[in-house]
């Protein structure tokens, strides 16, 4: 992998725009898609790719985190207490992923993914079903708590309002997150936003800001050891790279304007279509 040539680099570099913008709408950080990218079309090692990953999730956090939290979408106090728990699982994900078969990693990543995805399809056609029939988001049914907070949503010329709950689950969850993040290169906001979503009841919105806020710290303590072991391939982090911090500046702007309702579906159809291609992936010679 040491020479990768132009018309690669330009490909590359194009699927990383596309990633930044998807990853950075869905809070997903792209890890989604560049560990199947560089498994199934560069046949790369997935431990290299998933190294790769966590390189590009950094830059996706970085590039758009500050502006979320400038314009009020990401919840800041929720987002450092889940980042405690989310943290620590990174670190034993990563130090667990190099004692696993590749295959096994690949068959993982696929099974994960498919009730997420469901759950979240599930949710945004019944926000859409409410949308269309003129309900607005119910308000907070109880006084504000420590990580209650609101948000302007443009796409509906309006402030919505939320209440947090169920903190503590979702903490021991956020581990889980954690460790998906060091131990298949996902960032752990494919756990992290429904999480967040379906059990904290964060609109998707402001789920997705807040994952993009956090999932940068968890993705940099796991890739210090996958850069100890040699594992990061530079020349495919730089090119990937380059195109996410592109794509991200323009996923800011498509998830301020969007219908949070097809945040919702447009994540799971794109998950589900990733985890069958690459559980099909894994199964071949």
């Given at each position: 992998m040491s020479?990768?040539?132009?018309?690669?680099?330009?490909?590359?570099?194009?699927?990383?725009f596309?990633i930044g913008?998807?990853g950075?709408v869905?809070?997903?950080?792209?890890?989604?898609?560049?560990?199947p990218?560089l498994?199934?079309?560069l046949?790369?090692p997935?431990?290299?790719?998933?190294?790769?990953?966590?390189?590009?999730i950094?830059?996706?956090?970085?590039?758009?985190a500050s502006?979320?939290?400038?314009?009020?979408?990401?919840?800041?106090?929720?987002?450092?207490?889940l980042?405690?728990?989310?943290?620590l699982?990174s670190?034993?994900g990563?130090?667990v992923?190099?004692?696993l078969?590749?295959r096994?990693?690949?068959?993982l990543?696929?099974?994960?993914?498919?009730?997420?995805?469901?759950?979240m399809?599930?949710?945004?056609?019944r926000s859409g079903?409410?949308?269309?029939?003129?309900?607005?988001?119910?308000?907070p049914?109880?006084?504000?708590?420590?990580?209650?907070?609101?948000?302007?949503?443009?796409s509906?010329?309006?402030?919505?309002s939320?209440a947090?709950?169920?903190i503590v689950?979702?903490?021991l969850l956020?581990l889980?997150?954690?460790?998906?993040?060091?131990?298949?290169?996902?960032?752990?906001?494919?756990?992290?936003?429904p999480?967040?979503n379906?059990?904290?009841?964060v609109?998707?919105?402001?789920?997705?800001?807040?994952s993009?806020?956090?999932?940068?710290?968890?993705?940099?303590?796991s890739v210090?050891?996958?850069?100890?072991?040699?594992l990061?391939?530079h020349?495919?982090?730089a090119?990937?790279?380059?195109?996410?911090?592109?794509g991200?500046?323009?996923?800011?702007?498509?998830l301020?304007?969007?219908?949070?309702?097809k945040?919702?579906?447009?994540f799971s159809?794109?998950?589900?279509?990733?985890?069958?291609?690459?559980?099909?992936?894994?199964?071949?010679?």
């Amino acid at each position: 992998m040491s020479e990768l040539g132009l018309q690669t680099a330009g490909l590359l570099a194009v699927f990383g725009f596309l990633i930044g913008i998807l990853g950075s709408v869905m809070g997903v950080g792209g890890g989604v898609f560049i560990v199947p990218l560089l498994v199934l079309w560069l046949k790369v090692p997935v431990h290299q790719a998933i190294a790769v990953s966590l390189v590009a999730i950094i830059a996706t956090s970085s590039a758009v985190a500050s502006v979320n939290v400038e314009r009020g979408l990401a919840n800041m106090r929720l987002g450092v207490v889940l980042e405690m728990t989310t943290a620590l699982g990174s670190i034993a994900g990563a130090l667990v992923s190099n004692m696993l078969p590749d295959r096994v990693v690949q068959v993982l990543f696929s099974l994960v993914l498919f009730p997420v995805a469901v759950m979240m399809f599930l949710k945004g056609l019944r926000s859409g079903r409410s949308a269309l029939q003129g309900h607005g988001p119910a308000p907070p049914a109880r006084p504000a708590g420590p990580f209650d907070a609101e948000f302007f949503d443009p796409s509906s010329s309006s402030r919505t309002s939320y209440a947090v709950r169920r903190i503590v689950p979702a903490s021991l969850l956020s581990l889980l997150g954690g460790s998906l993040s060091g131990l298949l290169g996902l960032g752990g906001g494919i756990i992290q936003v429904p999480v967040m979503n379906l059990m904290c009841g964060v609109p998707i919105k402001a789920a997705t800001a807040t994952s993009n806020f956090l999932m940068g710290v968890s993705a940099a303590a796991s890739v210090l050891i996958f850069f100890k072991r040699g594992l990061v391939v530079h020349e495919l982090a730089a090119v990937i790279v380059f195109g996410v911090l592109l794509g991200s500046f323009v996923g800011m702007r498509v998830l301020y304007k969007a219908k949070p309702e097809k945040i919702q579906m447009g994540f799971s159809v794109l998950v589900i279509l990733v985890a069958v291609r690459m559980l099909a992936g894994a199964w071949r010679p």
